[in-house]
């Protein structure tokens, strides 16, 4: 596992080559925070499993109170889910959703008594579920650099992906197929 520091803040990150950080049969990323999951597809073979780091922080419950030497005890903390970095399911750009507690954000439930074993590396990952309606406003020219990544468009034509969808219970959905149910 790689450690972060000023002079080095990226992590080298080769497919297939990279070692996944495990403790047990459980999944976590390089700063040691454990990795949530969800699926994306209506069959199995479409289906693609996409790994989303959990920014966790340690919160003092309402009404504790510290003991003599000032601290807290754990009975008297809980783990607030800060935010989840995830992949965009159709063009596999960087999103970011940021927890309740921060201004604009949503409900971010791990669900860590679903852990599901990973078809790629065997490994377990709670499934989660975000609130709302999720949408990726990347274009083509921020992905790739300069131009467009798919043959059928032009030079000098920028796309934009546009997905919009959800994640419930571990399942993503794309926005328009609800329309009209």
């Known amino acids: ?49 996409i790994t989303v780091d959990i920014d966790m922080a340690e919160v003092v419950k309402a009404g504790a ?21 995830l992949l965009c399911p159709k063009c596999h750009s960087p999103l970011y959703v940021k927890g309740k507690n921060i201004p604009d954000g949503r409900e971010i439930v791990v669900h860590w008594d ?25 274009y083509d020219h921020e992905i790739v650099g300069g131009g467009a990544h798919t043959g059928a468009a032009k030079k000098g034509v920028s796309m934009r992906c546009g997905w919009q969808g959800g994640i419930v219970n571990g399942q993503a959905f794309d926005h328009s197929l609800l329309i009209g149910k």
């Open 1 to 49: 596992m790689a450690l972060w520091t000023p002079q080095s803040p990226f992590a080298k990150h080769e497919a297939g080559k990279s070692k996944q950080v495990k403790r047990g049969n459980l999944a976590f990323n390089d700063f040691g925070r454990p990795e949530a999951m969800f699926l994306y597809g209506n069959d199995r073979t479409t289906q693609i499993e």
């Open 114 to 138: 679903k852990l599901v074993r990973s078809n790629n590396d065997g490994l377990f990952r709670p499934l989660i579920s975000i609130d709302g309606l999720l949408k990726c406003d990347y």
């Open 65 to 85: 109170t510290p003991t003599r030497g000032g601290v807290y005890l754990p009975k008297d903390k809980d783990v607030d889910i800060v935010g989840a970095n």
